[in-house]
Structure formats: C-alpha cells, structure tokens
C-alpha cells in the first residue's frame, strides 16, 4: 500500500529538518575547531550529513542530538460536528455545477499535502531534467574537443596515475569548455585543460594541475559529485542543506589539495600555491558546467586553499582527534530520539480524546485515561461527552428544546441524586462529582457506575428526540417555470422586506416540476440530504470562493484590493418537529450568490430570503427567488462591536437579471434508533 501523502510530507520534513541541524552542527565545529582538523576529517564531517539525507529510518538512542528537542506532545483536538448525510440522486453535470464545485469536497481525492507533494516533485523533474540536458550537452561538447597528443603532458599523466594509484585509464582533451582545468566522464575520465594553460605552463606546474584533476579521479569524486547534486535537488526547499552540500565539495576540494601535496617533493609543494594563482587570473568562467569538476570552482575559496597549502606541515599530527570527533558525532547526531518511555513523578488525571464517527447518534468523542486514579481521589474518572446533537444555545432555544443547563439539571436530578457539587449551592468536598459544559460537551467527573448512568441517560434522551431528513433541490432558470405548469405561488415578503413567492407541493408535482424543469434546459442540482435532530441547526453550503480586486474608499481610494466572494448557494435550515410527529415547522435562510469577477467592475448576482415553513412529510416546499445583480464598487474598512477592523465589499443593486432560483425543499421525521440497538437485515 502507498504510503500518505502526510506521512511522506512529514518524513521529508523531518529528515531534511534533522539534517540541516547537523549541517549547522558541522559550520559550528569547523568555525571553532577548523585549525586543527585535516581535509579528510573536514570531509568526513560532511559525510554525517549525507548519510542522515540517504538513511530512511534511524535507531534510537539516548544520546541522540534529539533528545534535546521536547517531546512532541498531542495537540489539543478541534472538532466539528458533523451532519448525517445519505447519498442524493445523481445529476448530470452542468456549467452551473462546475461553477459550484467545491476544493476538497466529497469524492475529491485532492488536498493541500497532495498538491504540496506534486510541486516538491514538479520542481524535482524541472532541475534534473535542467542537469540531465546540461550533462548531455557537456559530453558532446568533449566529444567534439580534440585530444592532447604532446608527448610530455601524457607522460605527466602517467606519472601521476603511478603516484596515486589510479587504475582507470584518462585522457585529456584540449578546451575552453569548462573556462579552466577540469575533470569529467564517469565511465571514462577525462581531463580538460585549456589551450592557454598549455601554451604558458611550464611542466612543473602543469603537474600540479594533472595531479589534482587524477585526485578527484581516484576518490571517484565524479559520482560522488553528480550525487550530491540530487539530494540537493531532493532537498531544493532547505537553503541550509544546500549550504552544507555547497560546502562539502568545497572541502572535497581541500582534500585533492592535500594528495596532491603527499604526491610532490616537499621542496615543491609551496610552488602549488602559485600554480592556483597563475591559473585563476586565466579562467573565462566562475564555474565548471554540470557534470564537470573544475580546478576552481569558487574563487572565494583560493584563499582557504593557498592557506592549507602554506601550513601543511602540521596536517598528520591532527589525523587521530579528528577520527575521534567523528566517531563520536556519528553516534549522536545519526540517531533518533530514544522511545523508552519516563516515569512521571506525579500521574496525571487528563484523559486522551479519541475520535470516531458518528453512529446512530451515539457520541463523537469517547475519553481514555491517561492513568488509572489514584485511591484517594474518590475512584473518580473524567469523561468527555459529545452532547452537540441534543443541546441548543440558549439565544436560540425554543419550546421544548434542551440547553446544556437544562441537561445538567436532569443528570444531576436523575443521576445519584446529592453526588453532585452544585456552585454557589454546596461544599464541594462533600459532594466531588462535577459536571462543566462548554461548545456541546460535557466534561464529568464521577464514579464509573455513574458514568455508566449517564451514558444510559443520554441514550434515552436521544431516543426521544426526533430526526428529519431534509432534501433540497435547487434550480436556476431563465423562465418562470411555475407559469408553464399553471401553479399558483403565493407573494410574501421577508422581515428585511424581500419578496419572495412559494407554494406547497405534493410528491408527484414535485417530480413533474423537475421533470419539465430539465426540459426548459434550467440547471437542476440536487444538494446532499441531511439528517439532523429536531430544533438544530443545519446548513447546506455548495459553494466556492472567487477573488474580486476593488478601490478602497477614503483615503484609501488609490488603494486596490483583493477579497474573496462566494459564489454558490447555501441553505440554513433549522426543523421543528409537532408532538404527533406528523408535520415539520422549518425555519430557512436560502441564499445564492454568484460573481462575476472577470468584468470591470466585478459583478455579484443574488436571490436570497429568509422564511418559516410548515409541511406534512407528504409534502414539500417549492420557493421562487429573483435573482438580482449587483455591482462590486469599492471595500471599506468597518469596525465591528468588539473593535475588530474588517474590509467590507460595498455593493449597489443594479436590477433583475430576468432569471429565477427555485428552491425545493422536502422533509421527513425519522425515528431514531438507540445507540446500542441491533441493526436490522
């Protein structure tokens, strides 16, 4: 099975993460202990940090650098309550649908770390793709360059394989190509050296040169160079890896230095400093190509080389603290933290939220505890419960509705009655069980044999509150389609005085409406059905947002700005079930609204009302909306009652578009079943 995208994400972070750490680590021990550390330790510094780039998972240990990082803790959980959803009758798709389609919705496979995936690989393919081109174009550029046949500069050559060891056959080839001395080819190396250098070298110094191209060639610097460069592209988002990489072949560089040093009369080896010099004042570039190594990379390194050059009598005396200090870095920094978990001095008595779906109304969140209480704390257990489908904020209450106040009243009336600390009414250490609500939870701490009276109570109260279906269908449409039919819709007008029609319509009407709005090409889209518990809230929001850029007002006139608006419909419904359970009472606030930005100025076209509602289960609401445009003019800046400065898009009414948004909206009471009851077959 694929690995998640998050989890891939979270790993590349981590790792890249961990590795800048080490190359921060290596700059400070270089900055502080540099004078002392030979080029091969130099490197083999570095190597820590290309191994933890190339090692996937790395072993525990409690001496690990990330020991030192503090443990990462669970984050407190934000949850939303969700509707109940059963599945709507397919609709063919639309331009109208596309326009309401929604990033990220259900049955979309896209998110924000699937596209963040494909753009770390997108610049991936670009930057290969980048350096497999330039390797291509190198290798015919050699191919074309014509091969040095001076008698003394192949004897150079194989001298110097003699002294170092190099058992590959190279040539050389006289070029411009890489602006200056360089090596390339990994199956077949080849030095380059351009015509100018030839022509003004004596042989002792061009020996300096074909002894630190055959260097890179011995410690096959080739494929370690072409792999460096793909964990920094692997790694293009991290400047610090790229640095420590930067730097690497930087040090690679000293290295050569040093076996060409050990491969000189020691008489000789402070002419190489001048060798460098003479043949940076000739180079026509400041850079090999890709897929080449060259003398001189970077020229602000000249000064670090000349200098190593010049103090390279002390070099082996450092050899053995440098082994030492990488030997020990590698067990610190090459591993994870250690999981054995610590004992804590005290237990604690918070609980870990675990998350779950709903079920038949059951709860969304069931509580773990962390520790067993302890003895003396009155065998008490702390339980959150998820009671957002069965309370209502008191604003918005109405008859027979439940409040978390109300809900505590009845726990604490039926629930071991006298058990409970009641502020401002009782001692609370004669009566340690409590009950707190806060955002549609209940945080109580009781006894486990309460508790289990509590869920039960709960149960039996949810068994009792009813459930409706709401099914909503909404049509766009440029002719009156009640018309057509001969339905007789009813003119009301809202309290912020808009006017709206509606009637009530049987089920049949209701598919001969559809069925002829399809015929008259009105766009037909069919919202999700939700099922919600009686006196709640639910809202239907099909929509996307668009960016609008306007002028400021004010002083702020010359200003622009870029708002994003919807564009879609949303519906928030609110049921309300009779005692005989025969008829719902809804309360709706339909709304479409859809904007136009891709004119000047941005246009906004909206129907939208607000209405009370009373159907029988066989029956269903058909509303008729005019849909009116609006032009965008400007944003203004409005503060708000808690002093919050928002940016408001001030609109003005143009007139009718000529085109109408029918809403049908159809509902039915279903009963609810108890959590623990059996499903039937």
Known sequence: MMPDTLDLLAWLGRTSTHAAAIVLLVLAIHAAFGRWLTPRRRCALWS???????????????TSMLNLLPSRASAPIAVTAPAVVAPAAPIAPTSWEALLAVPGSAGSTWSWSTAALVGWAGVIVLLLARQATAMVRVARAVGRAPCCIDPAVLALVASGRRRLGVTADVSVRVTDLAGGPAVVGLRRPTILIPPSL???LAPSSLE???L????????RDLVIHLGLRGLAIMHWFNPIVRLGIARCRADRELVCDAMVLEAVETDRRRAYGGVLLDVFETLTRPAAPIGAIGLLDRSSLLSRRIHMIANDSNARRRTLPGAL??????????????????????PPTSSILTLRPIVDGESMLT???VVEPAADAADLVVKIYDVRDLVVAPDGAGAGDLTAAALMTRIRTEVDPGHWWIPGENDPADHPAALRAKDGTLLVSTTAANHAAVRALLDTIRASVPQVLVDTIFVRSGVTLDRDLGLTLDVKVDEARREFRTTVLTDALVEVFLDHARDASAVVMASPRVLVHAGRSASIVVASEVEVT???????RDERYTMSAPSGVMLEVVPRVSEDRKTVTLTAHPRLVETIADVEPPHQREAKTSLTVTLRSDAALLLRLEIVDHVLKSVRPIVDPDGTLIDTIIREPVGGTGEYLYIVIRSDVVAPARPDAPSKK
């Open 48 to 62: 820590l940090v290309v191994l933890r780039l190339l090692i996937p998972v790395l072993p525990g240990s409690p």
């Open 198 to 200: 030839l022509a003004r």
């Open 208 to 210: 300096f040169i074909i």
């Open 212 to 219: 630190h191209e055959l260097a890179h060639v011995r410690r």
């Open 325 to 346: 200090l990488v030997a020990v870095l590698g067990v610190v920094v090459l591993t994870e933290a250690s999981t054995a978990p610590a004992e804590p001095a005290d």
């Open 367 to 369: 509580v773990k505890p």
């Open 550 to 556: 306007l002028p400021g007002e004010g002083d702020a």
